[in-house]
């Protein structure tokens, strides 16, 4: 079993910051990315940035600028810093990780339980 479990999140006034956080752990061989996904009610699932193992980094075209990504590969971590926050940053954010529970197993995705952030003043 795998377990991700976000925490943060939470309400701001449009131009805060707030950061997530997502752990990790259970049967783990290797994680290949972790990332962050939201959804906005009545909308799909979208990316919002994610970290391969070699530490690059891709982050959806709204959130450029404003959010940054950062992982601990030792903890199994990954954290979200947003900053500038926009009423449209409005949406339940997600951890994600793509890994391998053993050396033979192949990758698969995990996720967290999703934590609500809301930008409102």
């Known amino acids: 079993q795998v377990q991700l479990v976000e925490s943060g999140g939470g309400l701001v006034q449009p131009g805060g910051s707030l950061g997530l956080s997502c752990a990790a752990s259970?049967?783990?061989?290797?994680?290949?990315?972790m990332g962050w996904y939201r959804q906005a009610p009545g909308k799909q699932r979208e990316l919002v940035a994610i970290?391969?193992?070699?530490?690059?980094?891709m982050y959806a075209d709204s959130v450029k600028g404003r959010f940054t990504i950062s992982r601990d590969n030792a903890k199994n971590t990954v954290h979200l810093q947003m900053n500038s926050l926009k009423p449209e940053d409005t949406a339940v954010y997600y951890c994600?990780?793509?890994?391998?529970?053993?050396?033979?197993?192949?990758?698969?995705?995990?996720w967290g339980q999703g934590t609500q952030v809301t930008v409102s003043s």
């Open positions: 970290m391969p193992r070699d530490g690059t980094t």
């Open positions: 994600n990780a793509n890994l391998k529970t053993s050396w033979y197993a192949d990758p698969d995705d995990y």
């Open positions: 259970g049967r783990i061989f290797r994680i290949n990315a």
